[in-house]
C-alpha cells in the first residue's frame, strides 16, 4: 500500500495531505506570533510612561519592505497560476521575482537592524543625556551624528511616531571624560541593540524571527525553482501542489509583516 | 485477512519480498516507517524515564538522610558533577530537581505516550498505510534526540544543568550564572519543534488517511485522545516557544522581557528592566496545563482499549467518552492561571480561571465514569495489560479528586507549592499515566514483536509497583499539608519541629519520619522496574509465541495486520464496516468482530 | 482551489489578484499617511492603523491563500486557532488591570 492523496485530494475533505499539513503548521504558527505580539500588549501597556519610544524606527524603510513584500506575494501567487496555466517559462519569472524580493527585504532589513546597532544614548555626567550615531569613537572623544540631546520630560509627551521628528538634529561631539560611569567603570553609553528597553527587546525578536521565516520560506521557493523543478516534467500536478504549499507559507510570512509594520513603526 | 494466517513472528519478511531491501542504517535508525519510529521513541523514551527517575532516587537520599554521602553511587556523583565526598549539595539538588521534571515530562512521557504509541498504533488503528508525512516524522525522531542530548549535556558543563526548576520561572531561571539554563532552553526549543513537528503529522493522517469506512465515530476511542492531544500539542507548545525565545534573549542578548525594573542581582550585569515576570509564567502555563492533558488523553486512550479488550463488551458511552475528550481539548486552554493564584493576578481573574477549572473536572469525571461503568456485568480477564489499565482508574481518580482543593482558589493559598501539589500531580501521571502506558506496553507488545511478554512477571512488576506507587505518593498528601514545601534539599529539616523546638507550624517528627519511608518506598520501586526491564528484552527472544495475528481477540484494525506488520501495514487495503468495540455481538459466531469484517 | 480550471477561469483570477495587489498597496499607503496625519487621539490612531492592517491581512489570506472558498476542514482548523489565540491574548491582558497587583509598573 502507498500513502494516498498525496497528490489528489480525498472524497471527504476535498484536501491533498499537503495542504492539511500546512495549514495545521500555519495554525502553530499563527499562536507562535500571537504569543509575542501578547508579549508585546503587556509590555506596552506596562512600560513607564516616556520609556516607551515612538518613531525609532525609519518608516520610508519600513514601507518599502511592506511593498517589497506585497510584491512578493502577487508573483508566488502568479507564479502558481502560471503553472496551472501550463506555462512554466512564466511561472519561472515570477518566481525569481520573489526571490529578487526577498533578498530585498533581508538586505533592507539588516541595514535597518545595523543603524540601531550603532545608534547610542549616552548619559553625561551632568545628567543631560545625548542621542545619536556613532561615528567616531577615538581615544578621549566619541562623535555623534544626527544627535540630539533628549529631554526625558518632553519625551514622557510623545505619543506618536511623528512628534520626535521636529527635534533638531546636529552633530555632537563629546569628551569621554564627560560620560557618566556605570558600576564596575564602564562608560554609560548604550547602543538601541535588544538590551536597550523592552521595545527594542521585542523588535528585535519580532523581525529576527520573521526574518528567520522569511530565510526559511525563501530556501524553499528557491529550491521548488531550481533544483528540483524538474519535477514538472515528471509529476506536474503534485509540482503545482507544493508550488501552492510554499505560497501558503509565504503569504504567511507577508501576513505577519502586515502586522508587524504598524505595530512597530507606526504606534 | 483474517486473523490467522501469519502467525510467525517473522514471517513479515515475505511481504517486504517486493520493496527494496534497505540497509541497517536505513531500515532502524533513519528510518521513515511509522513502526520503527514509534518502537525507536518507545525505546529512547523508556530509557530517559529511567534516568530521570534514578535523579529522583538519588534526590531521595538528600531528602530523608540530608548532608550524607549517597551510597553506592556517592563516587560518581563526586567524579562526574564534582559533588564534594558524594554529598548531594543544594546546586546540584537543584539541577536534579528541575531536570527530573523536564526529563520525565518532555523526554520521557509525551514522547511515550504521544509519539510512541501513536505513531505505532494510530496509523494501523485507521487501517493507514504509513504517517502522511513520513520524513517529517523521522526528521520529528532525530530533533527529539537532539534535544535530549542538549539536556543530557548541560550536567556537563560548568555550573552543571538548568537549576531553577521544570517551570524555569524568571527571573531566577535568568539569575542561575551558568549556562545550564541555556542549554536547557536551547533543548526546549528542538523538543518542541519535535512535538510540533509530531502533531502536525498526526493530525493530517487522522483527518485524511482514515481508510474507507472508517468515519469518524467509528475511530477507537485511542485515535481520539491523540487527536486531541494532537491539538493541544499544535496549539500550546508555540508560545512556549514564543516563551523560550524571549528568555533566550533574557539570558545571550541580555533583554529584559521577564526582568522588572529595579531588579538588581549580580549575576545579571546591568539591564533595562521594564519586564514582566507575570508573562513568563502565563506563557509557560498555556503550554503548562494543557500539557497535563497531553499526558493522560494518551494513557485514557489506551486503558479504554484494554477495557473494552478484557471485558469482551462494548464500551459504556462511546460518544460521551468522545465529546468528553474535545471538551477537554477546548477547556484545557482557558484554565491554564489556576497554577498562578499566588502572584495576585487580582480577584476577578482568579474568580474566573478558578471557575473553568472546575467545570474541566466534569468531562474527566465523566470518561472515568464510563469507564467504570464499561465493566459492570463484565467477566474480567484479568491479565497483565487489563490489571494496568484497572489501576488506572482509581489512581486516577485520586489524581483527580485532589486536584479540586488546588483549583480553589483559598484552598491553593494554603497548599500552593508544598508537597500536596507533588502528591496530586504525581498520582495523576505516576500510577495514573505510567500505568496506562505500562498496560499499552504488555497489550501492543505481541503486535511489535509476534512474542508475549511473560505474564508471570507481569503480575510481579504490577502488584509491586502498585503498593509502592501508594506508599510514596500517599504520605506526601499529609506533608503537603502540615505545610512542607517542595524544592528542598534537606526535606525540610531546618523547619522541623526538632530543631526549632516550640516553633509555631514547626514539622512534625512524625511528618518527617516520613521522607525516610517515601525514599525507602522509591527505592524499592526502582527494584521493582527490574522485572520489566529484564521482561521486556528477554521476551523480543524468549517470549511465548503468540498463536495468531489477533492475540487478545480484539476487534480494531491493528490486529487485522501480518506479525509484526510489514512495510505499508495491510496486505489489501481494509474496509471499514462497523464500530471500534463490537464485542459479544449477540446471534454473532464469535464474541468479537473485527471492524473490517464485512 | 484544486479544481481543474481552464485558462480562461484563471485569467479571471488573474485580475482578482492585482486588483488585491493594488488593494494592498493602497492600504499601506493609507496607513502610513493616517501615522503622520497628527491624530491627538492615540486611541483613534491605533484603531486605524490595526483596521487597516485586519482588512489587509483579509485580503491576503482570503485570496492569495484562498482562504475565501477552502473547505470546512481548513476552517475548522483555523476556528479553533482564533479562539485560543484570543483566549491567550485577552486573558493574558486581563491579568494586567489595575486591580491586579503585580501589573508592572
Same mark, same amino acid.
Given at each position: 500500500?502507498?500513502i494516498?492523496?498525496?497528490?489528489?485530494?480525498?472524497?471527504?475533505?476535498g484536501?491533498?495531505?499537503a495542504?492539511?499539513?500546512?495549514?495545521?503548521?500555519?495554525?502553530?504558527?499563527?499562536?507562535?506570533?500571537?504569543?509575542?505580539?501578547?508579549?508585546?500588549?503587556?509590555? !506596552?501597556?506596562?512600560?513607564?510612561?516616556?520609556?516607551?519610544?515612538?518613531?525609532?524606527?525609519?518608516?520610508?524603510?519600513?514601507?518599502?519592505?511592506?511593498?517589497?513584500?506585497?510584491? #512578493? #506575494?502577487?508573483?508566488?501567487?502568479?507564479?502558481?497560476?502560471?503553472l496551472?496555466?501550463?506555462?512554466?517559462?512564466?511561472?519561472k519569472?515570477?518566481?525569481?521575482?520573489?526571490?529578487?524580493?526577498a533578498?530585498?527585504?533581508?538586505?533592507?532589513k539588516?541595514?535597518?537592524?545595523?543603524?540601531?546597532?550603532?545608534?547610542?544614548e549616552v548619559?553625561?555626567?551632568? %545628567?543631560?543625556?545625548?542621542? %545619536?550615531?556613532l561615528?567616531?569613537?577615538?581615544?578621549?572623544?566619541?562623535v555623534?551624528?544626527?544627535?540630539?540631546?533628549?529631554?526625558?520630560e518632553?519625551?514622557?509627551?510623545?505619543?506618536?511616531?511623528?512628534?520626535? !521628528?521636529?527635534?533638531?538634529?546636529?552633530?555632537?561631539?563629546?569628551?569621554k571624560?564627560?560620560?557618566?560611569?556605570r558600576?564596575?567603570?564602564?562608560?554609560?553609553?548604550?547602543?538601541? %541593540?535588544?538590551?536597550?528597553?523592552?521595545?527594542t527587546?521585542?523588535?528585535?525578536?519580532l523581525?529576527?524571527?520573521?526574518?528567520?521565516?522569511?530565510?526559511? %520560506?525563501?530556501?524553499?521557493i528557491?529550491?521548488?525553482?531550481?533544483?528540483?523543478s524538474?519535477?514538472?516534467?515528471?509529476?506536474?500536478? !503534485?509540482?503545482?501542489? !507544493?508550488?501552492?504549499?510554499?505560497?501558503?507559507?509565504?503569504?504567511f510570512?507577508?501576513?505577519?509583516?502586515?502586522?508587524?509594520?504598524?505595530?512597530?513603526?507606526?504606534l | 485477512?483474517?486473523?490467522?494466517?501469519?502467525?510467525?513472528?517473522?514471517?513479515?519478511?515475505?511481504?517486504?519480498? =517486493?520493496?527494496?531491501?534497505?540497509?541497517?542504517?536505513?531500515?532502524?535508525?533513519f528510518?521513515t516507517?511509522h513502526?520503527?519510529?514509534?518502537?525507536?521513541y *518507545?525505546?529512547?523514551?523508556?530509557?530517559?524515564?529511567f534516568?530521570?527517575?534514578?535523579l529522583?532516587?538519588?534526590?531521595?537520599?538528600?531528602?530523608?538522610?540530608?548532608?550524607?554521602?549517597?551510597?553506592?553511587?556517592?563516587?560518581?556523583l563526586?567524579?562526574?558533577?564534582?559533588?564534594d565526598?558524594?554529598?548531594?549539595?543544594?546546586?546540584?539538588?537543584?539541577?536534579?530537581? $528541575?531536570?527530573?521534571?523536564?526529563?520525565?515530562?518532555f523526554? *520521557?512521557i509525551?514522547p511515550?505516550?504521544?509519539?510512541?504509541?501513536?505513531?505505532?498504533?494510530?496509523?494501523?488503528?485507521?487501517?493507514?498505510?504509513?504517517?502522511?508525512?513520513?520524513?517529517?516524522?523521522?526528521?520529528?525522531?532525530?530533533?527529539?534526540?537532539?534535544?535530549?542530548?542538549?539536556?543530557?549535556?548541560?550536567?556537563?558543563?560548568?555550573?552543571?544543568?538548568a537549576q531553577?526548576?521544570?517551570?524555569?520561572?524568571?527571573?531566577?531561571?535568568?539569575a542561575?550564572a551558568?549556562?545550564g539554563?541555556?542549554?536547557?532552553?536551547i533543548? &526546549?526549543?528542538?523538543? /518542541?519543534?519535535?512535538?510540533l513537528? *509530531?502533531?502536525?503529522?498526526?493530525?493530517?493522517?487522522? @483527518?485524511?488517511?482514515? $481508510?474507507?469506512?472508517?468515519?469518524?465515530?467509528?475511530?477507537?476511542?485511542?485515535v481520539?485522545?491523540?487527536?486531541?492531544?494532537?491539538?493541544?500539542?499544535?496549539?500550546?507548545?508555540?508560545?512556549?516557544?514564543?516563551?523560550?525565545?524571549?528568555?533566550?534573549m533574557?539570558?545571550?542578548? +541580555?533583554?529584559?522581557?521577564?526582568?522588572?525594573?529595579?531588579?538588581?542581582?549580580?549575576?545579571?550585569g546591568?539591564?533595562?528592566?521594564?519586564?514582566?515576570?507575570?508573562?513568563?509564567?502565563?506563557?509557560?502555563w498555556?503550554l503548562? =496545563?494543557?500539557?497535563?492533558?497531553?499526558?493522560?488523553?494518551p494513557a485514557m486512550?489506551?486503558?479504554?482499549?484494554?477495557?473494552?479488550?478484557?471485558?469482551?463488551?462494548?464500551?459504556?458511552?462511546?460518544?460521551?467518552?468522545?465529546?468528553?475528550?474535545?471538551?477537554?481539548?477546548?477547556?484545557?486552554?482557558?484554565?491554564w492561571?489556576?497554577?498562578?493564584?499566588?502572584?495576585g493576578?487580582?480577584t476577578?481573574?482568579s474568580?474566573?480561571?478558578?471557575?473553568?477549572?472546575?467545570?474541566?473536572? @466534569?468531562?474527566s469525571?465523566?470518561?472515568?465514569t464510563?469507564?467504570?461503568?464499561?465493566?459492570?456485568?463484565?467477566?474480567i480477564?484479568?491479565?497483565?495489560p487489563m490489571?494496568?489499565?484497572?489501576?488506572f482508574?482509581? &489512581?486516577?481518580?485520586?489524581?483527580?479528586?485532589?486536584?479540586?482543593?488546588?483549583?480553589?482558589?483559598?484552598?491553593?493559598?494554603?497548599?500552593?507549592?508544598?508537597?500536596?501539589?507533588?502528591a496530586?500531580f +504525581?498520582?495523576?501521571?505516576?500510577?495514573?499515566?505510567?500505568?496506562?502506558?505500562?498496560?499499552? @506496553?504488555?497489550?501492543?507488545?505481541?503486535?511489535?514483536?509476534?512474542?508475549?511478554?511473560?505474564?508471570?512477571?507481569?503480575?510481579?512488576?504490577?502488584?509491586?509497583?502498585l503498593?509502592?506507587?501508594?506508599? /510514596?505518593?500517599?504520605?506526601?498528601?499529609a506533608?503537603?499539608?502540615a505545610?512542607?514545601l517542595?524544592?528542598?534539599?534537606d526535606?525540610?529539616?531546618?523547619?522541623?519541629?526538632?530543631?526549632?523546638? *516550640?516553633?509555631?507550624?514547626?514539622?512534625?517528627?512524625?511528618?518527617?519520619?516520613?521522607?525516610?519511608?517515601?525514599?525507602?518506598?522509591?527505592w524499592?520501586?526502582?527494584?521493582?522496574?527490574?522485572?520489566f526491564?529484564?521482561?521486556?528484552?528477554w521476551?523480543?527472544?524468549?517470549?511465548?509465541?503468540?498463536a495468531?495475528?489477533?492475540?487478545?481477540?480484539?476487534?480494531?484494525?491493528?490486529?487485522?495486520t501480518?506479525?509484526p506488520?510489514?512495510?505499508?501495514?495491510?496486505?489489501?487495503?481494509?474496509?471499514? =464496516?462497523?464500530?471500534?468495540?463490537?464485542?459479544?455481538?449477540?446471534?454473532a459466531?464469535?464474541?468479537f468482530?473485527?471492524?473490517?469484517?464485512a | 482551489?484544486?479544481?481543474?480550471?481552464?485558462?480562461?477561469?484563471f485569467?479571471?483570477?488573474?485580475?482578482?489578484?492585482?486588483f488585491v495587489?493594488?488593494?494592498?498597496?493602497?492600504?499601506?499607503?493609507?496607513?502610513?499617511?493616517?501615522?503622520?496625519?497628527?491624530?491627538?487621539?492615540?486611541?483613534?490612531?491605533?484603531?486605524?492603523?490595526?483596521?487597516?492592517?485586519?482588512?489587509?491581512?483579509?485580503?491576503?489570506?482570503?485570496?492569495?491563500?484562498?482562504?475565501?472558498?477552502?473547505?470546512k476542514?481548513?476552517?475548522?482548523?483555523l476556528?479553533?486557532?482564533?479562539?485560543?489565540?484570543?483566549?491567550?491574548?485577552?486573558?493574558?491582558?486581563?491579568?494586567?488591570?489595575?486591580?491586579?497587583?503585580?501589573?508592572?509598573?
Amino acid at each position: 500500500m502507498d500513502i494516498p492523496y498525496t497528490s489528489e485530494p480525498r472524497q471527504d475533505t476535498g484536501l491533498f495531505n499537503a495542504k492539511v499539513g500546512i495549514w495545521l503548521f500555519l495554525a502553530s504558527e499563527v499562536m507562535l506570533f500571537g504569543a509575542l505580539f501578547s508579549s508585546y500588549i503587556l509590555l !506596552r501597556v506596562g512600560a513607564e510612561p516616556g520609556e516607551w519610544p515612538h518613531g525609532l524606527l525609519n518608516i520610508p524603510l519600513g514601507m518599502t519592505n511592506t511593498i517589497v513584500l506585497i510584491v #512578493s #506575494s502577487i508573483t508566488v501567487v502568479m507564479a502558481w497560476a502560471s503553472l496551472k496555466m501550463k506555462n512554466f517559462a512564466r511561472f519561472k519569472l515570477f518566481q525569481s521575482i520573489t526571490l529578487l524580493c526577498a533578498l530585498a527585504f533581508l538586505g533592507i532589513k539588516s541595514y535597518e537592524y545595523h543603524d540601531k546597532f550603532t545608534h547610542y544614548e549616552v548619559w553625561l555626567k551632568d %545628567g543631560k543625556i545625548a542621542d %545619536g550615531h556613532l561615528v567616531e569613537n577615538n581615544a578621549d572623544t566619541i562623535v555623534l551624528h544626527h544627535a540630539h540631546y533628549v529631554d526625558k520630560e518632553a519625551a514622557a509627551k510623545v505619543t506618536h511616531a511623528w512628534q520626535e !521628528r521636529e527635534i533638531k538634529e546636529e552633530e555632537i561631539t563629546i569628551k569621554k571624560s564627560d560620560i557618566r560611569l556605570r558600576e564596575g567603570g564602564k562608560l554609560d553609553m548604550e547602543s538601541y %541593540g535588544p538590551w536597550h528597553n523592552t521595545y527594542t527587546a521585542i523588535y528585535f525578536t519580532l523581525t529576527g524571527l520573521h526574518a528567520l521565516h522569511v530565510i526559511g %520560506g525563501a530556501i524553499v521557493i528557491f529550491f521548488l525553482w531550481g533544483p528540483l523543478s524538474g519535477m514538472w516534467k515528471t509529476d506536474p500536478e !503534485r509540482y503545482t501542489n !507544493r508550488i501552492e504549499i510554499s505560497g501558503l507559507f509565504w503569504h504567511f510570512v507577508d501576513l505577519v509583516w502586515i502586522f508587524l509594520f504598524p505595530v512597530l513603526y507606526l504606534l | 485477512m483474517q486473523a490467522t494466517t501469519h502467525a510467525l513472528p517473522h514471517g513479515a519478511v515475505a511481504h517486504e519480498a =517486493h520493496h527494496e531491501e534497505l540497509g541497517f542504517w536505513r531500515k532502524y535508525v533513519f528510518s521513515t516507517d511509522h513502526k520503527i519510529i514509534g518502537i525507536q521513541y *518507545g525505546i529512547t523514551a523508556l530509557i530517559f524515564l529511567f534516568f530521570g527517575f534514578c535523579l529522583m532516587m538519588m534526590m531521595r537520599w538528600s531528602i530523608a538522610y540530608p548532608n550524607t554521602p549517597v551510597p553506592v553511587v556517592g563516587p560518581l556523583l563526586e567524579k562526574v558533577l564534582g559533588a564534594d565526598k558524594g554529598v548531594i549539595s543544594g546546586e546540584v539538588y537543584n539541577q536534579f530537581g $528541575a531536570m527530573h521534571g523536564t526529563i520525565m515530562v518532555f523526554l *520521557g512521557i509525551v514522547p511515550l505516550a504521544f509519539a510512541a504509541f501513536g505513531n505505532f498504533v494510530v496509523p494501523l488503528q485507521i487501517g493507514a498505510p504509513d504517517m502522511a508525512f513520513p520524513r517529517i516524522n523521522m526528521a520529528s525522531y532525530q530533533a527529539f534526540v537532539v534535544g535530549g542530548i542538549i539536556m543530557l549535556v548541560s550536567f556537563f558543563i560548568p555550573g552543571g544543568a538548568a537549576q531553577a526548576g521544570w517551570t524555569s520561572y524568571s527571573p531566577l531561571a535568568s539569575a542561575v550564572a551558568t549556562q545550564g539554563q541555556t542549554f536547557w532552553i536551547i533543548g &526546549m526549543v528542538f523538543l /518542541i519543534t519535535s512535538s510540533l513537528l *509530531g502533531a502536525v503529522n498526526f493530525l493530517a493522517t487522522i @483527518i485524511q488517511l482514515r $481508510a474507507p469506512g472508517m468515519t469518524w465515530m467509528r475511530l477507537p476511542f485511542f485515535v481520539w485522545s491523540q487527536f486531541v492531544t494532537g491539538f493541544l500539542l499544535l496549539l500550546a507548545f508555540p508560545p512556549l516557544e514564543a516563551a523560550a525565545i524571549m528568555q533566550l534573549m533574557d539570558k545571550v542578548a +541580555h533583554t529584559s522581557f521577564f526582568l522588572p525594573s529595579g531588579l538588581q542581582i549580580s549575576s545579571l550585569g546591568h539591564i533595562s528592566g521594564g519586564g514582566s515576570p507575570l508573562l513568563w509564567q502565563h506563557l509557560f502555563w498555556f503550554l503548562g =496545563h494543557p500539557e497535563v492533558y497531553v499526558l493522560i488523553l494518551p494513557a485514557m486512550g489506551i486503558v479504554c482499549e484494554i477495557i473494552a479488550n478484557n471485558t469482551r463488551k462494548p464500551i459504556w458511552g462511546y460518544k460521551s467518552l468522545v465529546y468528553s475528550a474535545l471538551t477537554i481539548g477546548f477547556l484545557s486552554f482557558i484554565v491554564w492561571a489556576h497554577h498562578m493564584y499566588m502572584t495576585g493576578m487580582g480577584t476577578k481573574i482568579s474568580t474566573f480561571f478558578q471557575t473553568t477549572t472546575m467545570i474541566i473536572s @466534569i468531562p474527566s469525571v465523566i470518561i472515568l465514569t464510563c469507564l467504570f461503568l464499561s465493566l459492570w456485568g463484565a467477566s474480567i480477564r484479568f491479565n497483565a495489560p487489563m490489571l494496568f489499565a484497572l489501576a488506572f482508574l482509581p &489512581m486516577f481518580g485520586i489524581g483527580g479528586l485532589t486536584g479540586l482543593p488546588l483549583g480553589f482558589n483559598y484552598s491553593d493559598l494554603h497548599l500552593h507549592d508544598t508537597y500536596y501539589v507533588i502528591a496530586h500531580f +504525581h498520582y495523576v501521571v505516576a500510577p495514573g499515566t505510567i500505568f496506562g502506558l505500562f498496560a499499552g @506496553i504488555y497489550y501492543w507488545y505481541p503486535k511489535m514483536t509476534g512474542r508475549h511478554m511473560s505474564e508471570f512477571w507481569g503480575k510481579v512488576h504490577f502488584w509491586t509497583s502498585l503498593i509502592f506507587m501508594n506508599l /510514596i505518593f500517599q504520605p506526601m498528601f499529609a506533608q503537603g499539608m502540615a505545610g512542607m514545601l517542595r524544592r528542598m534539599a534537606d526535606g525540610g529539616a531546618n523547619y522541623s519541629a526538632a530543631q526549632v523546638p *516550640g516553633a509555631i507550624g514547626g514539622l512534625s517528627p512524625m511528618i518527617m519520619h516520613f521522607n525516610q519511608t517515601i525514599s525507602i518506598a522509591a527505592w524499592c520501586l526502582g527494584l521493582a522496574q527490574i522485572p520489566f526491564i529484564i521482561n521486556f528484552f528477554w521476551s523480543i527472544k524468549h517470549g511465548k509465541p503468540i498463536a495468531s495475528d489477533n492475540p487478545w481477540e480484539a476487534t480494531t484494525l491493528e490486529w487485522q495486520t501480518p506479525t509484526p506488520p510489514p512495510h505499508g501495514n495491510f496486505e489489501k487495503a481494509p474496509e471499514v =464496516h462497523r464500530g471500534p468495540y463490537e464485542y459479544s455481538v449477540p446471534g454473532a459466531a464469535r464474541d468479537f468482530t473485527p471492524q473490517n469484517e464485512a | 482551489m484544486s479544481d481543474n480550471h481552464d485558462a480562461h477561469d484563471f485569467q479571471k483570477h488573474v485580475k482578482r489578484y492585482l486588483f488585491v495587489f493594488y488593494a494592498l498597496i493602497v492600504g499601506t499607503v493609507i496607513t502610513v499617511a493616517a501615522s503622520w496625519a497628527h491624530i491627538d487621539s492615540v486611541a483613534i490612531t491605533v484603531a486605524i492603523a490595526l483596521f487597516i492592517a485586519c482588512m489587509k491581512g483579509f485580503l491576503v489570506a482570503g485570496y492569495f491563500m484562498h482562504l475565501i472558498s477552502e473547505r470546512k476542514m481548513i476552517y475548522g482548523i483555523l476556528l479553533a486557532t482564533v479562539f485560543f489565540f484570543a483566549g491567550l491574548m485577552y486573558l493574558t491582558i486581563w491579568s494586567m488591570q489595575p486591580e491586579s497587583l503585580v501589573h508592572i509598573r
